[in-house]
């Protein structure tokens, strides 16, 4: 079967402290896969996630926090889906956030995205930790980090060409590859401080998790 595709994205920053955080949904269609990539300043959690979403992760540690969340497009949402719309999370208290937001297509809808152990630490080379479907298939492995202001991409993980992208203290790249697991190489930065990372697996849509159904 096709691996899934990167076939959108978007960016958005809240430049104020606030708990209301906007952001920008990139084009999309029926049965696409949205996945929201964000920073926040701080040490935040995310008390209230955009109606219809799940979230993957929400870690927070060294003044810099990484969430992810993420909806499969049903048609029943009332978006318009021309890459205008804008959802909103509500954190428990106010921070600054940096948002890359993708399209998948060809991503199954009934099975949710894979994802590894978020990795945290302080140095140059931000780390993610490995991802494990369980049986090997055609992913699309993403690659999400968020860092503290003042430090940009220098190299992204090696192989992770597709997607490539900063904005602000977030940063995203994907890759396809056939196989069961995947533990990325690391990113450089231009200066040491503190970062999360995680991994994960963007299932084909031949896997359907006992569905028994076929999306076209």
Do not use: C
Request: hydrophobic share 35%; proline share 6%.
């Amino acid at each position: 079967m096709p691996f899934p595709l990167l076939v959108a994205a978007a960016t958005s920053n809240m430049t104020a402290s606030t708990t209301n955080h906007n952001v920008k949904l990139p084009p999309f269609r029926t049965w696409d896969v949205v996945v929201i990539y964000a920073a926040m300043g701080g040490n935040v959690s995310v008390s209230t996630e955009p109606t219809g979403w799940t979230q993957l992760y929400n870690t927070s540690g060294g003044s810099i926090t990484i969430y992810a969340t993420y909806r499969v497009i049903d048609g029943t949402e009332g978006y318009t889906g021309d890459g205008t719309d804008i959802v909103t999370y509500v954190t428990a208290t106010g921070q600054f956030s940096d948002h890359i937001t993708h399209t998948y297509r060809g991503s199954s809808p009934f099975d949710t995205p894979t994802t590894s152990t978020v990795a945290s630490g302080t140095d140059t080379t931000p780390n993610p930790g490995q991802a494990a479907p369980g049986s090997a298939d055609d992913y699309l492995w993403v690659v999400h980090a968020t860092m503290q202001a003042g430090s940009n991409v220098t190299a992204y993980p090696a192989n992770y060409t597709i997607g490539q992208l900063q904005n602000g203290r977030v940063t995203v790249a994907a890759r396809q590859l056939n196989a069961a697991t995947q533990n990325p190489p690391a990113w450089t930065i231009s200066a040491s401080v503190a970062w999360h990372a995680d991994t994960l697996a963007m299932w084909p849509r031949n896997i359907s998790g006992g569905w028994g159904q076929v999306i076209i």
